[in-house]
């Protein structure tokens, strides 16, 4: 069944693996610079294949004039009647001198985890998948490793904004055990799940299906909905 789809990025963040594009100009082809936008291009026509619909537009707009109810007002627009939002991750998509709560990613997040009430119809909170961009290497060793000793996967949360991280690894009941003193997961760890764009791309409706059945299980989870 298709699913209408919300995307979150950072459209001008160029720390990503470069995609080829050329433009047309009066000299001929020119190639542009990629950025996240362009993945959104590449997502969008795969969404539209399986069915899923794309909704929402983030035109990079300044936050420093917006109070936070025109904030909200905006992404309710956009975020109401979506039913999974998919976060794209990259290397750039955090503005290091910025507070969390200026920039747009934080707050489409918590919108979409929010249940919101118009017109006297209630949503439910979104399904949110994480997906990881490839940085200008071609590489995701930014935010995914691999641990060989432990045979497991390991995510470098510290890079993510506060909401992303708080809704990984919260899961009340954690089925955890020690490896060369770490905690290693497994089964369904986070309401919040990371998927590489290459993995995303093969089989999209697999993980948004995911993101839907961790949504109606969301009382098993710590689930933060609000930005700090």
């Not at 969404?47 to 936050?63: N, R, T, V």
């Not at 490839?134 to 045979?151: A, F, K, M, V």
């Not at 890079?159 to 490896?179: D, Y």
Request: charged fraction near 30%; hydrophobic fraction near 30%; glycine fraction near 6%.
């Amino acid at each position: 069944m298709g699913r209408k789809i919300f995307v979150s990025y950072k459209y001008f963040d160029s720390q990503v693996q470069d995609l080829n594009i050329y433009e047309d100009s009066l000299y001929g082809k020119i190639k542009i610079q990629t950025t996240a936008r362009h993945y959104v291009d590449k997502l969008t026509d795969i969404l539209e294949d399986d069915d899923h619909i794309y909704k929402g537009e983030d035109d990079d707009e300044s936050m420093e004039s917006l109070a936070d109810s025109t904030i909200g007002s905006k992404l309710g627009d956009k975020i109401f009647d979506s039913s999974v939002t998919i976060v794209l991750i990259s290397k750039g998509m955090k503005e290091q001198f910025k507070a969390e709560r200026d920039q747009w990613i934080p707050w489409e997040i918590s919108y979409s985890l929010k249940q919101q009430d118009r017109q006297g119809q209630k949503s439910k909170t979104n399904g949110v998948i994480a997906v990881v961009l490839p940085d200008e290497l071609g590489s995701y060793s930014y935010y995914i490793t691999h641990d060989p000793e432990c045979n497991c996967r390991m995510l470098n949360t510290g890079i993510l904004f506060e909401i992303l991280r708080e809704n990984m690894f919260n899961v009340k009941n954690p089925n955890r055990s020690i490896c060369n003193g770490k905690w290693i997961y497994s089964g369904d760890y986070s309401y919040i799940d990371s998927v590489k764009w290459e993995d995303f791309m093969v089989s999209p409706t697999k993980y948004i299906d995911k993101a839907i059945e961790l949504r109606d299980r969301i009382s098993e989870f710590d689930v933060v909905k609000n930005l700090k």
